[in-house]
């Protein structure tokens, strides 16, 4: 493993596997270093010890360089180790990391003084779009950071819901192998009634390194649907997705890398469980893994439909300027930092229309490969050529894909007589139910897919074999 593949993988830990791995503690240094931890930094005796308050404004001054794109200055606040070892260039990729995992930056929604091994230290919440991330700054006695952490917020214990009987199915963990030799996690769900091979579908996640149950804050929507389908009678793989389970650079990743051909493999290991029905395999997908879908049906034999949860219509960079710009302008104001950040998205989205990044270059959560291979992707061309029922499922209160995508698959598909499509008005991005204008804030509280979801899939997986 080089040293930038370690890097690249503990930042990934850090986003995904809710742990308190060390990022700047642990590593993520332009050269794979790591950067020293409080009790390897020599600090010298302080004329006196700075405030909890001076330590909360030098964290909160740190995290909102960051969110400015200040990279450069918001290495002033290290001690002279640690800026040595994290440059401005570590800064900016892991910022980006951050907003691809969750979403683009909200707010700050606080500073919190703890205490690590006896050394002061400040956690700062996070708001992203998609979830709340806790950064956690060490200082020494000097108010200087000699350490910094990603650290997950915690979230209420998943619990079912009201429509599932987990006693009509079994679990069963499963690897999943793509290419390469990183396996991921998984869970099969198949009914347990020991009759006849029912339906099944494999589910891919939404953009960013997204867990096998989509996680996001108390919420798994995705674990909501299994266990739904499942309680209905049908099979079902997820999975983790690679860019959450391998060593991923995202300078060189592609769609295939993150998509399609680990789904290809998921699906033939899914065709070859008991309980599962290997000629009525369906392939779901969620948000960009929706888009990508048809990519994947079309790249193995058999498949019998394709289920869109969300589909994006429009370039995904084009959707994070407009994501970008509708969570400022929630509130009924634009501030000038957010302004600021709306114009820096803005210029890295051109730069991805265009193509303009440099090798090993990360624009906007991703490389040059990445942005090339998702432009060369005709999503509505693909669902088209497929000889399959295709089913559309969209909340009308999804401000992350929104009814202009769900207008453009329409014209897509309007002379396709196997296309059905289905607008639910009071639920959001997760499918979870809500009122009002939909914000970030509601991801952080627990809910669960709508059982008229699960309803309306199962009676159409039904519909297809009757």
């Not at 742990?19 to 590593?27: D, K, P, W």
């Not at 240094?29 to 790591?34: P, R, V």
Request: charged fraction near 25%; aromatic fraction near 6%; proline fraction near 6%.
């Amino acid at each position: 493993m080089t040293d930038r593949q370690s890097c690249y993988r503990r930042r990934r830990l850090l986003q995904t596997a809710a742990s308190a791995v060390a990022l700047g503690l642990a590593g993520c240094s332009e050269n794979g270093q790591s950067t020293p931890t409080p009790n390897e930094t020599e600090t010298e005796t302080p004329e006196r010890t700075p405030t909890d308050a001076e330590l909360r404004n030098a964290a909160l001054g740190f995290t909102e360089q960051l969110a400015a794109g200040e990279y450069e200055a918001a290495r002033e606040v290290f001690a002279p180790s640690v800026a040595e070892q994290v440059s401005a260039a570590a800064l900016e990729a892991i910022w980006a990391d951050l907003q691809r995992a969750n979403g683009p930056y909200v707010e700050i929604e606080g500073a919190e003084r703890v205490t690590v091994q006896s050394f002061a230290a400040v956690v700062v919440t996070i708001q992203f779009a998609q979830a709340r991330q806790g950064l956690r700054l060490v200082f020494d006695d000097e108010r200087r950071v000699v350490g910094f952490q990603l650290v997950a917020p915690a979230s209420d214990e998943w619990t079912a819901p009201s429509y599932v009987d987990q006693g009509a199915f079994e679990t069963r963990e499963a690897s999943v192998r793509g290419p390469g030799n990183c396996a991921l996690p998984g869970e099969l769900t198949v009914p347990g009634d020991g009759g006849p091979a029912p339906p099944s579908f494999v589910l891919l996640g939404g953009s960013g390194p997204t867990d096998l149950n989509g996680t996001l804050g108390p919420n798994q929507p995705y674990r909501d649907l299994a266990y739904g389908l499942g309680t209905a009678g049908n099979a079902s793989l997820r999975y983790t997705k690679r860019t959450a389970a391998c060593e991923v650079d995202p300078a060189t990743l592609t769609i295939d890398d993150e998509y399609t051909d680990d789904a290809v493999a998921a699906i033939e290991m899914l065709r070859s469980q008991d309980g599962a029905d290997p000629n009525r395999t369906v392939v779901v997908g969620h948000s960009l893994g929706a888009k990508l879908a048809p990519r994947v049906a079309a790249q193995i034999d058999g498949v019998a439909g394709v289920i869109m949860l969300a589909p994006p219509g429009r370039s995904l960079h084009e959707l994070l300027v407009e994501q970008t710009r509708y969570l400022i302008e929630l509130d009924g104001s634009v501030s000038d930092g957010e302004q600021a950040r709306l114009d820096a998205v803005t210029v890295a989205a051109d730069r991805v229309d265009r193509l303009d990044i440099d090798d090993d270059e990360v624009v906007l959560g991703a490389g040059q490969a990445y942005w090339e291979s998702l432009q060369a992707y005709d999503a509505f061309e693909t669902a088209r050529s497929l000889d399959v029922p295709i089913l559309v499922l969209h909340g009308g209160r999804d401000y992350q894909v929104t009814a202009t995508d769900i207008d453009a698959w329409r014209d897509a598909l309007a002379d396709e007589p196997n296309v059905r499509f289905e607008t639910y008005a009071d639920l959001n991005h997760l499918f979870l139910p809500g009122e009002g204008p939909a914000s970030p804030a509601e991801y952080q509280t627990a809910g669960h897919v709508d059982e008229q979801l699960v309803t309306v899939i199962d009676a159409w997986l039904e519909a297809r074999w009757d």
